[in-house]
T-cell receptor, first 114, second 116 residues
């Protein structure tokens, strides 16, 4: 009964490669997010989608391209991977509104670029 | 722009003692929300507690309570009767009021270690 799932959990690849991370939520939420957590544990929003529409693109290099085929899925494709892309990438989802709707996070994908 | 500050990079606390993790924030918007998340060594992010800026009472969830002092712009997390399983990173976050719930800004986190 996983609420927010991500695949793969670990991803090791070489510089210059292209890779994708998949995310799915079964909570019926209408908004999904990608966050990046760097080696110092700092978490920063990258993108958010509401009902398949891009809401936030937080000055992320255009090598990163999110795609939301439906509101339950938000995938992240990364082109021409660089060493600095090594991080943990978290997918999250929530309801949208003015209430205290917490974001539910996936388990994270640890990306290592060598 | 919003800002969240957590000034304690690390804390060591004896088991069964109460813990206060500090969080201050800066926003000019009267409507905002504050969240606390726990990240154990296994890596997942676990929601703990939420406080809305218009909530009259401090939020509580089991052993967690939020000491919300609006005038001081602080939202400290209090964990009562700490347990070994409380050892983790703790993040304070603020919901960006300009986008509803679509964005959280996180602090740098506090690493809490509970000593037996």
């Amino acid at each position: 009964d996983t609420a927010v799932s991500q695949t793969p959990k670990y991803l090791v690849t070489q510089m210059g490669n292209d890779k994708s991370i998949k995310c799915e939520q079964n909570l019926g939420h209408d908004t999904m997010y990608w966050y990046k957590q760097d080696s110092k544990k700092f978490l920063k929003i990258m993108f958010s989608y509401n009902n398949k529409e891009l809401i936030i693109n937080e000055t992320v290099p255009n090598r990163f391209s999110p795609k939301s085929p439906d509101k339950a899925h938000l995938n992240l494709h990364i082109n021409s991977l660089e060493l600095g892309d090594s991080a943990v990438y978290f997918c999250a989802s929530s309801l949208t509104g003015t209430g205290g709707y917490e974001q539910y996070f996936g388990p994270g994908t640890r990306l290592t670029v060598t | 722009a919003q800002k969240i500050t957590q000034t304690q990079p690390g804390m060591f606390v004896q088991e069964k003692e109460a813990v206060t993790l500090d969080c201050t924030y800066d926003t000019s918007d009267p409507s905002y929300g504050l969240f606390w998340y726990k990240q154990p060594s296994s890596g997942e992010m676990i929601f703990l507690i939420y406080q809305g800026s218009y909530d009259q009472q401090n939020a509580t969830e089991g052993r967690y309570s939020l000491n919300f002092q609006k005038a001081r712009k602080s939202a400290n997390l209090v964990i009562s009767a700490s347990q070994l399983g409380d050892s983790a990173m703790y993040f304070c976050a603020m919901r960006d009021p300009n986008f509803g719930n679509e964005k959280l800004t996180f602090g740098t986190g506090t690493r809490l270690t509970i000593i037996p």
